[in-house]
């Protein structure tokens, strides 16, 4: 990419204090693995790629449906019935073509979800069960990778910055004992987009040695637009912090 290119199309990112070039630079030079390309995922890849992210991943097993299509920006109704990541993937680089996107069209298990985080920054979770969450979480901890958790609902949702070794996991808010899938429920998809974007500026604020947020739980209110902050305490004996 030439710098003139870069000026143009970063101008309005590069012109804050703490980004500069350098950040620019540095956000060009990292690498982000979003796992799952639904709801949340849309708005956290379009922001990802339209802050310069150099390198995204795409994980997500599914393929395009209907009722998709009220909160999934990354697809239309011309992707109905095919493979999300692969719709995901060509929609971010016809948007910026100068970043690489790989696809990962993955089920998550125990094997194969480690080998794809430990090449990566950081990871955004924008998965849509807690099986395979706690699975993201496993892999991240080993790998010792920070991530972003998200969750939505109805016009509300949560976000979570984790750092293994310095602030709780799922594992720590969820023993397995307590572990339970929700049945689907309904989402505006503004809320979603929320959420999303909520996650796509924690990663910002990671790659750029900003954060401020890990350990708080930050919880979204849209009925009464209303932020919360819980602080969270890692569990002492959970395998995080050893």
């Given at each position: 990419?030439?710098?003139?290119?870069?000026?143009?199309?970063?101008?309005?990112?590069?012109?804050?204090?703490?980004?500069?070039?350098?950040?620019?630079?540095?956000?060009?030079?990292?690498?982000?693995?979003?796992?799952?390309?639904?709801?949340?995922?849309?708005?956290?890849?379009?922001?990802?790629?339209?802050?310069?992210?150099?390198?995204?991943?795409?994980?997500?097993?599914?393929v395009v449906s209907r009722?998709?299509?009220?909160?999934?920006?990354?697809?239309?109704?011309?992707?109905?019935?095919?493979?999300?990541?692969?719709?995901?993937?060509?929609?971010?680089?016809?948007?910026?073509?100068?970043?690489?996107?790989?696809?990962?069209?993955?089920?998550?298990?125990?094997?194969?979800?480690?080998?794809?985080?430990?090449?990566?920054?950081?990871?955004?979770?924008?998965?849509?069960?807690?099986?395979?969450?706690?699975?993201?979480?496993?892999?991240?901890?080993?790998?010792?990778?920070?991530?972003?958790?998200?969750?939505?609902?109805?016009?509300?949702?949560?976000?979570?910055?984790?750092?293994?070794?310095?602030?709780?996991?799922?594992?720590?808010?969820?023993?397995?004992?307590?572990?339970?899938?929700?049945?689907?429920?309904?989402?505006?998809?503004?809320?979603?987009?929320?959420?999303?974007?909520?996650?796509?500026?924690?990663?910002?604020?990671?790659?750029l040695s900003l954060a401020?947020?890990?350990?708080?739980?930050?919880?979204?209110?849209?009925?009464?637009?209303?932020?919360?902050?819980?602080?969270?305490?890692?569990?002492?004996?959970?395998?995080?912090?050893?």
């Open positions: 990419m030439d710098d003139q290119y870069m000026y143009a199309r970063y101008a309005r990112q590069i012109s804050l204090p703490e980004m500069g070039i350098a950040g620019q630079d540095k956000l060009l030079a990292s690498s982000v693995l979003i796992c799952g390309c639904g709801g949340l995922g849309s708005p956290a890849a379009f922001y990802t790629a339209a802050m310069g992210v150099g390198c995204i991943g795409l994980v997500d097993n599914d009722s998709n299509l009220n909160r999934q920006l990354l697809y239309t109704p011309a992707d109905v019935g095919k493979s999300k990541v692969a719709c995901a993937a060509a929609r971010l680089r016809q948007f910026n073509p100068h970043i690489s996107v790989n696809a990962y069209p993955l089920y998550i298990d125990a094997t194969n979800i480690g080998p794809v985080v430990k090449d990566y920054d950081i990871i955004i979770d924008c998965l849509d069960n807690l099986d395979s969450r706690l699975l993201l979480n496993d892999a991240c901890v080993t790998e010792k990778k920070p991530f972003i958790h998200a969750g939505v609902a109805h016009l509300s949702g949560q976000v979570m910055t984790v750092i293994p070794g310095q602030s709780a996991c799922l594992r720590c808010l969820l023993p397995v004992s307590q572990k339970k899938d929700a049945p689907t429920r309904g989402v505006i998809g503004a809320a979603a987009g929320v959420i999303g974007s909520l996650q796509a500026l924690a990663v910002y604020k990671y790659l401020t947020d890990q350990g708080q739980y930050v919880l979204f209110d849209g009925w009464n637009n209303r932020l919360q902050h819980l602080e969270l305490q890692a569990d002492p004996g959970c395998f995080c912090q050893k």
